[in-house]
């Protein structure tokens, strides 16, 4: 039984090597996760971005209609270019918030992947316990064997 089971020093080794691996892939989590929140506000941030320059779309053209209308062959200009400059301004969000999707959507993916990490090194570890507490239990038996031995030896050393 000795020949497949390791040493106790070995098997305490081997829970301290994959409690570290655990703590390790749990720190990964978190930075993961971390990074994911860091996504989601930058999403978040880009489509408030977003919001604002349609409002502010909405708003130039209400006033184009209304109250610039009056003074508006004196305004075109100004008003033509506050409306490119809205419009650049809303497309390059809108690509920027694409982008930002795409990095959100790969922050999940790696969490998604630590998580997979920490649940098998969390199993490699529960494994390595299970050898651990089965080595001791191994060893405490073969010293109570031995215990047994010795006394039935003692008991037949001085029957004889």
Known sequence: MNAVLPQLHEAQMLCRLRSLRVQRARERC???????????????????????????????????????????????????????????????????????????EEAQERLQQARAELTRALAREGAVLDLAHETRRARALAQERRVEREIEDRAHRQSA
Do not use: F, N
Request: hydrophobic share 40%; no cysteine; proline share 3%.
């Open 30 to 104: 978190g930075e993961a996760r971390k990074e994911v929140e860091r996504a989601q506000h930058a999403v978040h941030e880009r489509m408030r971005r977003i919001e604002r320059s349609q409002r502010a779309m909405e708003a130039l053209s209400h006033a184009v209609v209304h109250s610039l209308a009056p003074r508006l062959p004196r305004w075109s200009a100004v008003a033509a270019a506050q409306r490119e400059l809205l419009e650049d301004r809303l497309e390059r969000d809108e690509y920027a918030l694409i982008s930002d999707e795409r990095k959100l």
